[in-house]
C-alpha cells in the first residue's frame, strides 16, 4: 500500500535561510503529488500539487517553490524564508483503494522561522 | 473556485452522546467527493468517511455517519457514541477531477471536545 515519507519532521530555522523539504512516496508510481501549510490553528492550504516529473502547478502566490525531480520525490524549497513561512507543512498523494480515490498523507514538518 | 465552509470552529460533547458537525460547500460541478478528515493532536491527517456526489445514499463508517444533501450542498458529520478518542480537528474537504487534475478544497475545521 502506498506510504508518505517526510522529513525532517521538526525544523527551526532563520529569517533569510534557505529550506529544503522533501517527500517521498512507497508503493505506487506516476502518483499526483501535494503540498499542503496549516497555519496554526487553522485549516489546509493548497501550495503546489504535481501531476508527474517535472510538472507544478502553484496554487498561490508566494515565498515558495516546488519541484519534482523524480516519480516518486516531491520537494519544497525557499531561497529565503520569511517569518510567515512558519507552520505545519504536509505532503499528500492519491491512494485508490478498491477503486475509490482519496488523500493519504505524509505525518508533516513543522516548520519555525525565528 | 470551490468553497468549503465550516461555521463551528469548536465542538463539545459529553462521552457517549451524539454530535453532529456542520459543512456547506460551494460548487458549479455534478460530480465530485466529499470527505470528512480527523486531525488529532498528533497532527496526522486521517481519513474518516468520503461520499461520492452520484450517490444518494449517506455513506457510513462505523459511529460515523453524513447527512449528504446534495442540492443544498451541505455535507454533515455524525459521530454516535463519542468517545475520548474522537477529539480532534475535523476537516470537511471537497475533491473535484478535472482532466486528470485532481485538487482536494479544505474547510476551515471544527475543533471537537469530548467531555467525560
Known amino acids: 500500500s502506498q506510504t508518505i515519507h517526510q522529513w525532517p519532521a521538526t525544523l527551526v530555522q532563520p529569517v533569510g535561510s534557505p529550506l529544503s523539504l522533501e517527500c517521498t512516496v512507497e508503493?505506487?508510481?506516476?502518483?499526483?503529488l501535494y503540498w499542503y501549510r496549516q497555519a496554526a490553528g487553522r485549516g489546509l492550504q493548497l501550495l503546489f500539487y504535481s501531476v508527474g516529473i517535472g510538472q507544478i502547478s502553484s496554487e498561490v502566490p508566494q515565498n515558495l517553490s516546488a519541484s519534482r525531480p523524480q516519480d516518486r520525490q516531491f520537494i519544497l524549497s525557499s531561497k529565503k524564508l520569511l517569518l510567515s513561512d512558519s507552520g505545519f507543512y504536509l505532503c499528500?498523494?492519491?491512494?485508490?483503494?478498491?477503486?475509490?480515490?482519496?488523500?493519504?498523507f505524509g505525518n508533516g514538518t513543522r516548520l519555525t522561522v525565528t | 473556485a470551490q468553497t468549503v465552509t465550516q461555521s463551528q470552529p469548536e465542538m463539545s460533547v459529553q462521552e457517549a452522546e451524539t454530535v453532529t458537525l456542520s459543512c456547506t460547500y460551494d460548487t458549479s460541478e455534478s460530480d465530485y467527493y466529499l470527505f470528512w478528515y480527523k486531525q488529532p493532536p498528533s497532527r496526522q491527517m486521517i481519513l474518516v468517511i468520503r461520499?461520492?456526489?452520484?450517490?444518494?445514499q449517506n455513506a457510513t463508517e462505523n459511529r460515523f455517519s453524513v447527512n449528504f444533501q446534495k442540492a443544498a450542498k451541505s455535507f454533515s458529520l455524525k459521530i454516535s457514541d463519542s468517545q475520548l478518542g474522537d477529539a480532534a480537528m475535523y476537516f470537511c474537504?471537497?475533491?473535484?477531477?478535472?482532466?486528470?487534475?485532481?485538487?482536494?478544497?479544505f474547510g476551515t475545521g471544527t475543533r471537537l471536545t469530548i467531555i467525560p
Open positions: 508503493g505506487t508510481s506516476n502518483p499526483n
Open positions: 461520499q461520492e456526489a452520484y450517490k444518494q
Open positions: 499528500a498523494g492519491i491512494k485508490q483503494t478498491g477503486g475509490l480515490r482519496s488523500l493519504h
Open positions: 474537504a471537497y475533491w473535484f477531477r478535472n482532466f486528470g487534475n485532481e485538487k482536494l478544497t
